[in-house]
């Protein structure tokens, strides 16, 4: 009796585990985590230029050939730190994050897991550089500067007829963001110099978007600026609602803003960026070192302007834009 029960018993355990083994991740195949910060029609582009970039050098969930781990923190920080350290958790070759929020939570929970950022400012904007100002040694991917803003805010005065002497552009931005208040303090200083006067309101979250907006609105602004920040990314059709209600038009950084309802933009492709991201990606899996690889900047930037948005203002955009409808 007790040998009849030794060989069940030895049955069951035997088709426990092959049941186990079917369902379990393939250890052959390199696991890669990619985290968004929040949802966002703009930032998921990103994400999809990533997989394209892999899946042309033949990582693919399709193919097998990678097990892709996502997941999407939906704006809340203690859950956007649980994911990282679940990545951490299941060994994950590397990790993919976007926008800046998830890669600064990246870089603060490991030291050891390549990071391969997108929509992410550089290493210094986000001030996680060392004190000998050096990027974390596992920072890769792509980040973008501040300067290419310059070009996006000095449009606005060519294009904006002022109500009275002075031009007024309207500006939100997020204080517990570094690269927020750094576009801020550098845009201020250009307004300066475009003898444009700059209205600026600071708001944190996006919960206050709508009631922020309609104050800065009833300063009379003449146009609005969308900075390029996780806050204004994740309540832009909030905006878009309150100006295009005051008939005031917003001009940004950001083509994929542009797409949304901003009437023009000189800026990073937020495809693109994610597919320069996923080629640097590639070539680490494919060696499977991070030797000879560092981050880098933007390569592709462009001049887009909505053809809706622009006949609604009567506003005529120069030759050299885009139209993206």
């Given at each position: 009796m007790k040998n009849k029960i030794w060989v069940v018993y030895s049955f069951l355990c035997l088709l426990i585990s092959f049941f186990t083994a079917c369902n379990s991740p393939n250890s052959d195949v390199p696991s890669i985590g990619f985290v968004d910060a929040f949802e966002d029609s703009t930032i998921k582009q990103a994400k999809a230029g990533f997989l394209a970039a892999l899946k042309e050098k033949g990582f693919s969930e399709e193919e097998g050939t990678i097990q892709l781990i996502y997941r999407n923190a939906q704006g809340d920080i203690p859950t956007l730190t649980q994911i990282v350290k679940y990545f951490i958790s299941k060994n994950v070759k590397l990790i993919a994050s976007s926008p800046s929020l998830s890669t600064i939570s990246a870089i603060q929970n490991t030291q050891e897991i390549p990071i391969f950022m997108m929509v992410s400012p550089t290493p210094e904007l986000m001030k996680v550089e060392g004190e000998n100002g050096e990027a974390p040694g596992n920072l890769f991917g792509v980040a973008e500067k501040l300067a290419y803003i310059d070009t996006s805010f000095s449009i606005i005065p060519q294009l904006i007829s002022p109500k009275g002497e002075q031009l007024r552009v309207g500006?939100?931005?997020?204080?517990?963001?570094?690269?927020?208040?750094?576009?801020?303090?550098?845009?201020?200083?250009?307004?300066?110099?475009?003898?444009?006067?700059?209205?600026?309101?600071?708001?944190?979250?996006?919960?206050?978007?709508?009631?922020?907006?309609?104050?800065?609105?009833?300063?009379?602004i003449d146009a609005f600026f969308a900075n390029p920040d996780n806050t204004i990314f994740g309540s832009f059709e909030t905006i878009l609602k309150s100006c295009d209600q005051a008939n005031v038009p917003i001009f940004?950084?950001?083509?994929?803003?542009?797409?949304?309802?901003a009437v023009a933009a000189y800026g990073a492709d937020i495809y693109q960026w994610g597919y320069q991201a996923g080629q640097q990606a590639a070539l680490f899996l494919e060696k499977g070192s991070t030797d000879g690889l560092q981050w880098e900047m933007v390569k592709l930037r462009k001049r887009v302007f909505n053809n809706e948005a622009a006949q609604k203002f009567n506003i005529e955009i120069p030759a050299n834009y885009e139209a993206l409808n």
């Open positions: 500006l939100l931005y997020n204080q517990s963001e570094p690269q927020s208040v750094d576009a801020f303090n550098r845009l201020n200083s250009l307004a300066e110099q475009l003898d444009v006067q700059l209205i600026a309101k600071p708001v944190n979250a996006t919960a206050d978007v709508q009631l922020v907006t309609g104050a800065l609105l009833n300063e009379g940004t950084s950001e083509a994929g803003l542009v797409d949304r309802g």
